[in-house]
Structures are given as structure tokens and as C-alpha cells.
């Protein structure tokens, strides 16, 4: 969206009956690698993730607990708080469904598409997974069982206001059709195009049986279904109603970072809402794939669930968050592992970087006294890493943008090889013993300080502790990393720096 000046991307709002697990972070460390990389180029950014604090099922929970739903979720709040400060996220707000702010912007758009025709009463018969919150027909269970967990559903019979989804089929056909970079990736448009040409039938959006959600407007015996209610948080954080001009700003997002089993509210339902509200849609809706542990589902009856706190303390915060992203391409599906974790961490990180990153400041430290030296730019080396610095830079632009991730990893750790390489041909520990070569050695250290200043430019989304630390040792500020995309090009490192040695980036884990 040209028109648009900041980007905003969002996580969805994860929903407080279940503690966070590894799928939590994984989303939400990849919004926070695509928000810090934003603001690394220069752009204003808001990065939106929340909780879901609404439903029948929360009300279940909060009264076997034998405390009250609002208890309930205060206590579950804190543990995605505290997982998010841990795991190094830069949120820009954080929205819980139970904020005042967000049952006015509920209570707004509901009376919106109300006065547009979207809604009506009707009397609601239908089986209902609680542990879901979904709606299913007869034909759809599967020997009475919930398709989607195997959980037996309940009969519902009640009045209920409806959302005349139907009437949205063909705006929202057309609008996939028109706009290929909508749903992402293909396969999952793919499977959403086959779902909508099938029928679309009208959605309950209300319900008598429990009292935990946002009421309906002028019928308050009813309370408004929990994803109608919750997916309106991606307005309410943008100053939906009230805020005009702030909202103007902000919307249409420009991502819904989501997982797969949440594609069909996000791609079907919420479309059809925003249409009925008159509102544009987001740019772009991006799923992504499921986790298993040690090759298993996981699951609380297995005893399985990676808590990322756990990992993070174990690995290291950076280590955790480079493997959510390198291990797997983005939108498939991927398994972790405590073995695939330490075996990334040795190699990539700790023999590939890690040692690349020491020996360079070692050397700098013992031939130049840790002064940076001045490098003649017409020399061929430098030119060439000129070149291989644009070629890495076009690769990460295209691939941030299809949220390539591990690709992008991949295209960054082409340097890490290359400097290790360039290395091991120069030699500078056989320059520096001949006084007629001074140039030769302050021309490859040069390189190589550059070589690892571009490093932590690039890692600064993934890792952005580590990449502090390295830009720390290499005698730079955080200051000389904030001039756009201008730190990607080539001999940006300023002579005469003094670089200090400090510990280890990644040390060995055995
Ligand atoms: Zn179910």
C-alpha cells in the first residue's frame, strides 16, 4: 500500500485456556523478525499481538478452577507477558479481548454491519465443539465426534443473530482471485478457494447459553461469538471507532501472521466482515505450519509441550529464535527437537559465525591493535565483496518479503562462509610477518570487519541480542545501524573504529 506510512503487522490473539507452547512463539517471533527488519529500513512500524480472553470455554475453565473467568485470564495473561519480554519481542501494544477498548470498537462494528443488512435473528440448531468454539453441521461430524479434535460435539438449539455470510461469497471469490498475494502461500489459498466454492453458509454470531463475551447491542441476553468479537481486535488496536485519523493511518494491516487451523476465520470470515462493514481488507493473510516434538504431536495427554521458556533458558533466547526460523520454510510444517536444536547452535552458530566473528576481532586486535585500518576501494577484493554485498542484499529484500525466512538465513550465511574462506586464502597471519605487505593485511582486515558489520546488520531482526553484542565488539553503536537500507551496501564501516574483544558469541553446548 503506497499510500499507507506505516506497516503494520499483527500475531493473532492467542487464546488464554492454554498456556503458551512452541507454535505461540513461533508466530511471534517471526512477527517480531519482520517488524525489526522494517524498522531497520527505516519504516514506521506497528506490530500488534493480544490475548483472547472471551467464550464459553473460559467460563467452563474459570468455574471448575472455582475462580471467576476475569481470574482466570489475569492469571493466564501474565504467563504470554512474561514469555514475550523472555523471547526478546518488540510489540508495539498488546490487547487483551477484555479491555474496554476493544467491547466499544465489538459493540461499534456490530451496529455497523447491523444498519448495513448484515445481520439478522434467527433460531440457531447445530452441533457445537466447546473445546473448538466451532460451529458444525450434521454431515460434517464425524461419527458425532468434532472433525477437528475428535471431542464429542454438543446439540444446540437457541435463538441467535446471524451474519449473512452467503450474501459475501462472490465479493470474496472475486477478491482471492484479484489478489493472489492475499492468502499466502498458494497451497492454503488453494484449499480456502475450494472451501468458499462449495457454499457458504450464514454464520451464528450469538449466543444465550453463557454470559462470558461483549454483549449484543440492545439484546443483552445474547453475547457475541468469540471470533467475531476476537478477530476485531486487528481494528480496536488500530483506533477503531473513535481514532479516525490514527485508524486511517493504520489500516489495512499489512500482515495477519496466523497459524494454519486459524486460515479459515482469517481468510473466510473475516473478509466477509470487513466487507460488511464496509471496511477494506488486510493486504495480506500468511499461514503457517504446525510443530511437532521429537517427531510426535504434541499434546498435554502426551506430556510433550515444548514450553519456550524452558528452551530459551537452555539455548540461549537467540539460538531458539534463529532455529524456529531456520529449521523449517515458512508455512511447512516442521518438527523440533533437542537434537536439531544443539546441532544448528554448534555448527551454524557457534563453528560457523561464532568462530568467524572471534578470530576476526582476534586478529584485528593482535596486527592493528584493534583499529580498523583504511582500505583502498579500488582494490579487486573489496569489489568483489561489493558485489557479493548487492547480490545478498537483493536476495534478503525479496526474500523478507515472501516471509522466505529460512531462505533468508540461508542467502546471509553465504557470507559467514565467505569470510571464513576469504580468510583461510589470505592468510593475514602470514602478511602480517612481512612489513612489505602492510597494505595487503590492512586491505583484508578491512574486508572482514566489514564483512561482519554487515553480519549484524542482517542478524539484528533474528537475533537482536547477539547482534548487539557483536556490534558492541566491533567498536560501532546501535546509532551507525539506523540509516535505512543504506547499512546494507558495502564499506559502511568507518576507519580508525576501535573493536574490543568480548566473550564468545556462542559458545559449544556438548
Ligand atoms: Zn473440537
Redesign the pocket.
Known amino acids: 500500500m503506497a499510500s499507507k506510512d506505516i506497516f503494520y503487522i499483527t500475531t493473532p490473539i492467542y487464546y488464554v485456556n492454554d498456556v503458551p507452547h512452541i507454535g505461540h512463539a513461533y508466530t511471534t517471533v517471526a512477527a517480531d523478525v519482520v517488524a525489526r527488519y522494517q524498522r531497520l529500513l527505516g519504516r514506521e512500524v506497528f506490530f500488534l499481538t493480544g490475548t483472547d480472553e472471551h467464550g464459553m470455554k473460559i467460563e467452563k475453565t474459570a468455574d471448575q478452577r472455582g475462580m471467576t473467568p476475569q481470574e482466570l485470564v489475569d492469571e493466564v495473561v501474565e504467563r504470554f507477558q512474561h514469555l514475550w519480554k523472555v523471547l526478546n519481542i518488540s510489540h508495539d501494544d498488546f490487547i487483551r479481548t477484555t479491555e474496554e477498548r476493544h467491547s466499544r470498537a465489538v459493540t461499534a462494528f456490530f451496529q455497523k454491519v447491523q444498519e448495513n443488512g448484515g445481520i439478522y435473528l434467527g433460531t440457531y440448531e447445530d452441533w457445537y465443539?466447546?473445546?473448538?468454539e466451532?460451529f458444525w453441521t450434521a454431515n460434517q461430524l464425524e461419527n458425532g465426534?468434532?472433525?477437528?479434535?475428535?471431542?464429542p460435539?454438543e446439540k444446540v438449539k437457541e435463538k441467535s443473530y446471524f451474519f449473512r455470510m452467503s450474501h459475501y461469497r462472490e465479493q470474496l471469490l472475486a477478491h482471492i482471485e484479484e489478489h493472489p498475494e492475499f492468502i499466502q502461500p498458494a497451497s492454503k489459498r488453494n484449499e480456502i478457494l475450494s472451501f468458499i466454492k462449495e457454499e457458504l453458509r450464514d454464520l451464528s454470531i450469538s449466543r444465550t447459553s453463557f454470559s462470558w463475551g461483549i454483549p449484543v447491542p440492545g439484546d443483552e441476553k445474547h453475547v457475541i461469538y468469540v471470533w467475531f468479537d476476537a478477530l476485531i481486535n486487528y481494528l480496536t488496536a488500530a483506533g477503531y471507532p473513535d481514532d479516525q485519523q490514527r485508524f486511517s493511518r493504520l489500516w489495512p494491516a499489512d500482515i495477519h501472521l496466523i497459524g494454519k487451523d486459524i486460515l479459515r476465520f482469517h481468510a473466510v470470515y473475516w473478509p466477509t466482515f470487513l466487507f460488511a462493514a464496509g471496511l477494506p481488507l488486510p493486504c495480506k493473510v500468511f499461514a503457517h505450519g504446525w510443530w511437532t516434538v521429537e517427531g510426535e504431536k504434541m499434546s498435554k495427554s502426551r506430556g510433550n509441550v515444548v514450553d519456550p521458556v524452558v528452551i530459551a533458558d537452555e539455548y540461549g533466547v537467540d539460538p531458539f529464535r534463529y532455529f524456529l526460523l531456520r529449521e523449517v520454510p515458512f508455512g511447512l510444517d516442521g518438527d523440533f527437537s533437542r537434537s536439531a536444536m544443539k546441532g544448528r547452535l554448534n555448527s551454524d552458530l557457534a563453528n560457523d559465525l561464532g568462530n568467524l566473528f572471534s578470530r576476526s576481532i582476534s586478529m584485528i586486535g593482535k596486527y592493528r591493535q584493534g583499529k580498523i585500518p583504511l582500505p583502498d576501494p579500488t582494490d579487486q577484493r573489496y569489489a568483489d565483496f561489493s558485489i557479493l554485498a548487492a547480490e545478498i542484499f537483493a536476495e534478503v529484500s525479496v526474500g523478507m518479503e515472501d516471509l522466505a525466512f529460512s531462505k533468508v538465513l540461508q542467502s546471509i550465511w553465504k557470507l559467514v562462509v565467505k569470510g571464513n574462506k576469504f580468510i583461510d586464502q589470505q592468510a593475514p597471519w602470514a602478511l602480517a610477518k612481512d612489513d612489505a605487505k602492510a597494505k595487503d593485511l590492512d586491505q583484508v582486515l578491512y574486508c572482514i570487519a566489514e564483512l561482519l558489520r554487515l553480519l549484524a546488520a542482517y542478524l539484528l531482526p533474528f537475533m537482536p541480542e547477539r547482534s548487539g553484542e557483536m556490534i558492541r565488539q566491533l567498536g560501532l553503536t546501535r546509532e551507525h545501524y539506523s540509516q535505512g537500507e543504506d547499512i546494507f551496501s558495502w564499506g559502511k564501516m568507518p576507519s580508525g573504529t576501535l573493536t574490543e574483544r568480548g566473550p564468545s558469541l556462542f559458545p559449544r553446548l556438548d
Not at 145 to 151: A, D, F, I, K, T
Open positions: 465443539c466447546i473445546p473448538c466451532t465426534n468434532c472433525p477437528e479434535c475428535g471431542r460435539a
